[in-house]
């Protein structure tokens, strides 16, 4: 069984830049969920998808989008980058209906 | 909405110690109940469940019962090994409209076990 993936590990960007965060299922789940881990926090949620659409959003402006594939991997993508995005971006992926999510190792996103 | 707090850290002990992190929890609801460790570095692992009132949960030597008139769900362990060194979170499980399921995580707390 394949846990949840995440790519890439680290990143930098600048202010005011688009990035693409990407994450595969692990083998069996429909649905991903994103969240943000600022340092010192816990996580926050950002979306769920199931069935390639967004099915659930937190408190997150919509430069915040995401996308789910046929093969149930995800993208988050954020546009217009801010000093307060700079954060740990996480993907959990469940089954439909189950209340268990499994988490990736994470992207540490790094915005200066 | 929905929320967790638990006890704030760092909490520092020694090998063989008696552990006990605190977490209460607001919800409208009947939630699942969770907690999760990270290890420096690394992402989330669900360290235990419970689903519903006076449920225990426990794994790898840890304990959490579901108390719904407290609405607690302290973490517990009886004796505590350098490798339990983590940060520790507590969480709920909050279903929205349209079936969506989503964590409600607390702050954390950093455990740092001396040999």
């Known amino acids: 069984e394949t846990g949840v993936t995440q790519s890439p590990t680290h990143l930098i960007k600048t202010r005011g830049q688009q990035v693409t965060l990407r994450c595969s299922s692990q083998s069996g789940h429909n649905t991903v969920s994103w969240y943000q881990q600022a340092l010192g926090q816990g996580p926050q949620f950002i979306f769920q998808?199931?069935?390639?659409?967004?099915?659930g959003r937190g408190n997150f402006p919509p430069r915040f989008s995401g996308l789910q594939f046929p093969n149930y991997s995800s993208e988050l993508n954020v546009n217009a980058l801010e000093l307060d995005d700079s954060a740990l971006y996480l993907c959990?992926?469940?089954?439909?209906?189950?209340?268990?999510?499994?988490f990736g190792p994470g992207t540490r996103l790094t915005v200066t | 909405g929905d929320s967790v707090t638990q006890m704030e850290g760092p909490v520092t002990l020694s090998e063989e110690a008696f552990l006990t992190i605190n977490c209460t929890y607001t919800?409208?609801?009947?939630?699942?109940l969770f907690w999760y460790v990270q290890y420096p570095g690394e992402g989330l692992q669900l360290l235990l469940k419970a689903t519903k009132a006076d449920d225990k949960g426990s794994n790898k030597g840890f304990e959490a019962t579901y108390r719904k008139e407290t609405t607690s769900f302290h973490l517990e362990k009886g004796s505590v090994q350098v490798s339990d060194s983590a940060v520790y979170f507590c969480?709920?499980?909050?279903?929205?409209?349209?079936?969506?399921?989503?964590?409600?995580f607390g702050k954390g707390t950093k455990l740092t076990v001396n040999p």
């Open positions: 998808y199931y069935r390639e659409e967004e099915n």
């Open positions: 969480a709920l499980s909050d279903r929205g409209r349209g079936g969506s399921e989503k964590l409600v």
């Open positions: 959990a992926s469940s089954l439909r209906g189950s209340d268990e999510q499994y």
């Open positions: 919800a409208t609801g009947y939630p699942s």
